[in-house]
């Protein structure tokens, strides 16, 4: 049972234009949700989180927007760069504990 | 910023033998530490939840007697793949939580082959 689910495998978007990467849900008992970058044979770097008591949260180019009543969240990036072709995971949890991964979205942004 | 250092980042081994990874956090007690594996083109699936000086808590499916995991102090946590087999290659990543604001950290990750 997928309780995390990033539907689109992959993204190409031009440099300079927004980027969205999405991620549905379906435990209603996530209270965390985390969004990370992994380049291959790296591990996941941190990029944002939300707690389920906002629905926005904001950090310089990257915006993460959650609706809990379509159990939805999704990533924006803008403007893209070249430097954030990366594979993106969005992940969720229940009292920040284990996380449950999404199986990624990989972004391609062309120069 | 807090740091996760796992080691090693690649290994080789022959089926059979016993391969052990260590996660260390280098400037926070890690109360709690979790490892992941990770398969070509898939999600990270997390194997198992170790606190400091108890057992760990394996997720369905993953058998705790093949993947040995010893949390003995608060800034070290080992998996040991004992008896590997081609299908264990896959990618390890370990991840500590604590700090001030229990955030949580990961590792690089090691990659795993099994000849």
């Known amino acids: 049972d997928q309780q995390v689910k990033q539907n689109s495998p992959s993204l190409s978007v031009q440099e300079g234009r927004i980027s969205i990467l999405n991620c549905d849900y379906t435990n209603s008992m996530f209270d965390y949700f985390l969004w990370y970058k992994k380049y291959p044979a790296e591990g996941p770097t941190f990029l944002i989180s939300i707690s389920s008591i906002k629905d926005k949260n904001e950090d310089g180019r990257f915006t993460v927007f959650l609706n809990k009543s379509a159990k939805h969240l999704s990533l924006h990036i803008v403007p893209s760069q070249p430097g954030d072709s990366a594979v993106y995971f969005c992940?969720?949890?229940?009292?920040?504990?284990?996380?449950?991964f999404g199986q990624g979205t990989t972004l391609q942004v062309k120069p | 910023g807090a740091v996760v250092s796992q080691h090693p980042s690649r290994v080789i081994c022959k089926s059979g033998t016993s391969v052990k990874i260590e996660c260390r956090s280098l400037d926070f007690q890690a109360t709690t530490m979790f490892w992941y594996r990770q398969f070509p083109k898939q999600s990270l699936m997390l194997m198992a939840t170790?606190?400091?000086?108890?057992?760990?808590?394996?997720e369905q499916g993953v058998e705790k007697d093949k993947f040995l995991i010893n949390h003995a102090s608060l800034t070290l946590s080992t998996l040991t793949v004992t008896s590997a087999h081609p299908e264990d290659s896959s990618f390890y990543i370990c991840?500590?939580?604590?700090?001030?604001?229990?955030?949580?950290?990961f590792g690089s990750g090691t990659q795993l082959s099994v000849l």
């Open positions: 991840s500590a939580r604590g700090g001030r604001d229990e955030k949580l950290f």
């Open positions: 992940a969720a949890s229940v009292n920040t504990g284990k996380l449950i």
């Open positions: 170790s606190n400091e000086g108890s057992k760990a808590t394996y």
